[in-house]
DNA sequence: CACTATAATGACCACCTGGTCACATGGCAA
DNA sequence: TTGCCATGTGACCAGGTGGTCATTATAGTG
């Protein structure tokens, strides 16, 4: 178990109300620049408070932005649960299903959360970056993994298959999925950002049915 | 046709020693620092000139920025038409697998190139980054595109999934395939990046496989 | 009220950035 | 040699950064 985030006691101190409209403005700063460009300088002016409270509440830049990357893993773990209560009784397609569905429900809630994990992914020299992204797949691996050792019990998972294998691939097409919806150059042409709720649902079947069957045409 | 990146005929009447010991650290500072937090004086200091003359060279860093990512272009070009000429023969599968060790070698010559790549999919505030992933991204479905038409006509890819459909999980495995290989903690597990080049052809190989043949079982 | 502990403040610091420009240098022509 | 002009130079600029700290304001206690 990682040690939880802890800001200095003089933040947690601070009414509801403040610390919440501190942590959104500092959320929209990193979204916005990531953290090598984020400024402090902004976020103090935005929130309408003085640097030297900022710096009451955390120890320097660094610490703001762990915090903030703290309720990022805590608002996933939310999703990720609701996920799993919702398709306890669905099959291992299914399962997939409602996890790419938490996925763009996450990045409807919580865009700007997103889009600081997405900056994370390459940015260079933020602090812990390696711990904080391993956390992050940790949480897609715990979720996978069981799910495809599970699935291959059950029959409808090849067993000829590599259990890395299998979650590398459903990573590797649920993550672009989320990357293409929230990044249309990223889509292939599939325009996801622009589709009603009814036809993004139909992409995921069409993606799934890929997942199950492949791309080559049956043959007996 | 996009009108090919000049830069100021200083630039061109220097030496090729020293142009191409310019290109070089403005790549190494670029691929590791990003464009944003790149500095021209770390670049004028490595290379030994002075600020000066590099704008003698180049209107600004974004004039810079964008030579370097021609020549990134131009190699992604030359590795392409490699990879092309390569599979002349192969059915739609193997050009894929051609596709997947194409990219590979690249990362291997051109690390750093990657790397800018990388970068720039999710910095913000670049200039024409819009534009430049655009340029990389059409490589793609240039590539793919016709790859997918011509094995739906012959037979090996199905003929009830859009083209888009089919180059967007193309696209999706590909690349974080090449991810990975480049970001071990992008792997899901599959060390890609410690393996030696026959267990890589192996990894390629079952990727491919599930591409074809899903991750579900045959049944007849 | 006075006293105290805590919190809020913003001027200030050293450092770095991209970019400029007056000047020095060097090679070539007359 | 003299003049010329393209090239090379680095001190300098305004503006920004993360971070500090002496000072002030506030709230609670007796």
Redesign the interface.
């Given at each position: 178990m990682s040690k939880p985030i802890v800001p200095k006691s003089t933040f947690m101190n601070l009414s509801e109300e403040k610390r919440s409209r501190i942590l959104r403005e500092a959320v929209r700063e990193f979204a916005?620049?990531?953290f090598?460009?984020a400024s402090l300088n902004a976020i103090v002016a935005r929130v309408g408070i003085a640097k030297g409270s900022l710096y009451q509440y955390f120890d320097n830049k660094e610490a703001l932005f762990l915090f903030v990357f703290d309720r990022f893993t805590d608002l996933v773990k939310e999703v990720l649960a609701e996920a799993a209560a919702a398709s306890l009784e669905a099959d291992f397609?299914g399962q997939v299903r409602v996890a790419v569905q938490a996925g763009l429900a996450f990045i409807d809630r919580h865009p700007e959360y997103y889009e600081i994990y997405?900056?994370l992914?390459?940015?260079?020299?933020v602090p812990q970056r390696?711990d904080l992204?391993?956390k992050v797949?940790l949480f897609?691996?715990d979720y996978f993994g069981p799910l495809c050792e599970e699935g291959r019990r059950q029959?409808?998972?090849?067993?000829d298959?590599?259990t890395?294998?299998?979650?590398?691939?459903l990573?590797?097409?649920l993550?672009?999925?989320l990357q293409?919806y929230a990044?249309s150059?990223?889509?292939?042409?599939?325009a996801l950002a622009g589709k009603s709720r009814s036809e993004l649902a139909a992409?995921v079947e069409?993606?799934i049915?890929?997942?199950?069957?492949?791309?080559?045409?049956k043959q007996?």
């Open positions: 916005d620049k990531g090598q460009k397609f997405l900056k992914l390459f940015e260079q020299a390696e992204i391993g797949r897609s691996r029959g409808q998972v090849r067993r298959l590599p890395e294998m299998v979650v590398f691939v990573d590797a097409v993550d672009r999925f293409g990044k150059y990223l889509d292939s042409g599939l992409a069409a993606v049915d890929i997942l199950r069957d492949g791309l080559a045409p007996g």
